[in-house]
């Protein structure tokens, strides 16, 4: 067998066999086969697609390139949820303490945020002492305490990823139905879980701009996550606009509480529908009306908001900043205001992100440090009617630091027009091993 070869079958839209697959996918990962052989048989991959078996065939090896996480000492029903990634989404930091309050674990680990997204551990980091590098040991023992744990990635899960993600970013292979799901459903599959609810997003802040290229890459990871034998669902969700009104660091930690508070916002209902869908996935849950009272349940007792107290407590962190919430240093605030009178009618989401960014809230390369404090605050939404001088949004920064450059770029990425849009529901469908829902 050789690279060669293989790059030929694809090229001429031949089925690649398994054995071919694990050859590439090994030999790469081990620096046998050099980055310009991948290249062109990613761009092959990319233009000449994968069938279901060979997208399982580059999952399996992908998944068998590293560590594969034993989550068995911990008992119970272990889920997992994976957003494809979004402007203000922190639905896993609120998901986490509400699953664990209906009965089931949830042991998750997470990434930081890059380029226009925010990512989960930064937002935890934001917490006075919370320790987001947990060993082995200690993440189960707290998941076990608590019911529920989130830390960064530590074992070696999925490392041919690691190589294969950071070519196709270079390579314009990064839009390809096959390997997204392959990077997905590797990392998904290698972490341990028995229950998986995919949170594939469409719109301005996500990788799929619309929610039928949305449905096309979630059936596909379904029915991977299917073939390897795991209880899965996905939801196309809308990130049209930014999912949370908070969108930051210590404010999206912020509006999380508000939500744990009982706050129904665009936050909520996405919570509400990914938290149902997960549990229903479980064998503990037949029916959505009994998840549904579990989810309520959880909200409305207060109990969801003390276990995210109980969880930051146990990783460490101040856990006097969820009850009080007033504690968390923010930056200075300045408004965004309409400049003319009319409607909402489109978000640029990335571009909001993009915004945080300027001000120091995100990160441009994996090296850079990032300011907790600083952010943005919707006070509009698409849809909404406004007049000259109504605020935006709110601008939260530090000493000035990339104020004129986030206020542009905000102003221009929230558009008013005359006449009112339509508007996206939360979720667009629902998918599972049974087929496809539309909402
Ligand atoms: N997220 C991933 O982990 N991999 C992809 O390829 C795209 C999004």
Known sequence: MNILDIIEKKKNKLQLTNSEIAYFVNGYTKGEIPDYQISSLLMAIRLNGMSDDEIFALTDSMLHSGDIMDMSEIGGCIVDKHSTGGVGDSTTLALAPILACCGVFVAKMSGRGLGFTG??????????????????????????????????????????????????????????????????????????????????????????????????????????????????????????????????????????????????????????????????????????????????????????????????????????????????????????LAERSGYVTTMHAADIGRAVTALGGGRLTKKDTIDHSVGVVMKVHIGDKVKVGDTLCEIYHNNGKGLKEAYSMLQQSILIGESKPATHKIAYAFVNKDGTELY
Do not use: W
């Open 119 to 336: 990512g989960t551990i930064d937002k935890l980091e934001s917490i006075p002492g919370f320790d987001t590098s947990l060993s082995e040991k200690e993440f189960f023992r707290v998941v076990k305490k608590v019911g529920c744990c989130v830390i960064g990635q530590t074992a070696n899960l999925a490392p041919a990823d690691k190589k294969l993600y950071a070519l196709r970013d270079v390579t314009g292979t990064v839009d390809s139905i096959p390997l997204i799901c392959g990077s997905i459903m590797s990392k998904k599959l290698a972490s341990g879980s028995d229950t998986i609810l995919l949170d594939v997003k469409y719109g301005s802040g996500a990788f799929m701009r619309d929610e039928h290229e949305a449905l096309a890459l979630a059936e596909k990871m379904v029915k991977i996550g299917t073939m390897a034998g795991k209880s899965i669902g996905a939801l196309i969700t809308d990130m049209e606009q930014p999912l949370s009104d908070h969108v930051g660091n210590s404010l999206e930690i912020v509006g999380i509480i508000e939500v744990l508070k009982g706050k129904h916002n665009r936050l909520y209902d996405e919570l509400k529908e990914v938290c149902v869908r997960l549990l229903t996935l479980t064998p503990l849950y037949k029916d959505k009306a009994a998840a549904e009272t579990a989810f309520q349940q959880a909200i409305d007792s207060g109990k969801a908001l003390k276990k995210f107290a109980e969880m930051v407590a146990a990783q460490g962190g101040d856990s006097s900043y969820i009850l009080h919430p007033e504690k968390f240093v923010l930056g200075t605030r300045e408004a965004v």
